[in-house]
């Protein structure tokens, strides 16, 4: 396998609209890279311009240590797995996976020839090639079938070994399983992973399922609008957000995005040793954590967005009164309403209207969501007490969107 080299790459249609912007990146020999964002972001167009099947507008593209950006895509040694199978339908799976083989054995015929001249062997037989990769992917027993015989699964299988065969420099993935059901997604993001450490890969994989690039990436790629946001391993891009985007983006339920503005006040609560420092919103003050303060400093007066994850907003108790009086120091008491319950299986998401302080008609100051047990016994109307941990905030700049505070200090 090897590695893949992005230099400046872009990609402007006809009519300047620009689909890809300056992309930089390096993915390392025998790295399961994702490139994941949402619709229109670049990531299929970054893709079909490392196969060849669209042109470079500007940059350089290399693989394997090669300039390939001038090369025909059958030049490149690449293979690529699309959305839809594509499969023969007149062929068998046998078929499938050899056919690629033998349209290049055909093309190599006079090479084969000269070799024979020569008394050297011709490397790997095709029928050889073909079931240790069906035995790799368990549908040896399939391969007397036509396409039209074989579930989803098994035809997304049979793409997969009809790139394994190749052999090639890289494997390129354009949302393979998006077709596929749930259960079925969840089997093959395991299966895609095994194969990759077996077959020691490079590959890079387009997705726009955010909680399949954090399952898969060795690292991930956040792109919007054609331009990398954030690129990182996943637990670096979802507890170290770079921006705003990203933030949001990345996680389910999202993380909760309130405006508001940096001020020393009275209103909020802070440790006695430091001068107060709060965040306020519409109606609402939050403090601002110790360790965030010496950052957060030189941002006073300034519009800020608060950025919360739901796994941080915790359900204290029941009704106006109770354990939100009593939160630790630099967590946000507060009193909500239950304003929407969502399952996800073995736990609940909960959308909470946060009730402004001091609104004695209870008025909406803002909403949040939060992640509870599936046994909370929680019903829609009910009105909680609950803390916001503000130790694991996130700042953002309300006109650049960049992190303000993260893990480690400010960012730029």
Known sequence: MAGVILEHVSRVYPGGVTAVSEIDLEVRDREFLVLVGPSGSGKSTTLRMIAGLEPVSAGRIWIDGRQVDDLAPQRRNIAMVFQGQALYPHLSVYGNLAFGLELRSQGGRWRRMFRGLLGRREPSDIGERVRQAARCLGI?????????????????????????????????????????????????????????????????????????????????????????????????????????????????????LMEGRIGETESVRATPDDSPLGFAGAGWSAPVAAEHREALAGFVGEPVVLGIRPEHVRIVGAGPTGPAASAPVDSWPATARVAAIESLGDSMAVELELVGQGNGDGQTSATVWCKVEADGKLNLGDRVNVWLEMRRAHWFSARTGKNLYAAGGVRG
């Open 140 to 256: 040896e027993p399939l391969l007397e079938r036509m396409p039209g015989e074989l579930s989803g699964g098994e035809r997304q299988r049979v793409a997969l070994g009809r790139a394994m065969v190749r052999e090639p420099a890289a494997f390129l993935f354009d949302e393979p399983l998006s077709n596929l059901d749930a259960q079925l997604r969840v089997e093959m993001r395991r299966e895609l992973k095994r194969l990759s450490r077996q077959l020691e890969a490079t590959v890079i994989y387009v997705t726009h399922d955010q909680a399949e690039a954090l399952t898969l990436g060795d690292r991930i790629v956040v792109l919007e609008h054609g331009k990398v946001q954030q690129l990182g391993e996943p637990d670096e891009v979802y507890d170290r957000p770079a921006n705003r985007f990203v933030a949001g983006f990345i996680g389910t339920p999202p993380m909760n």
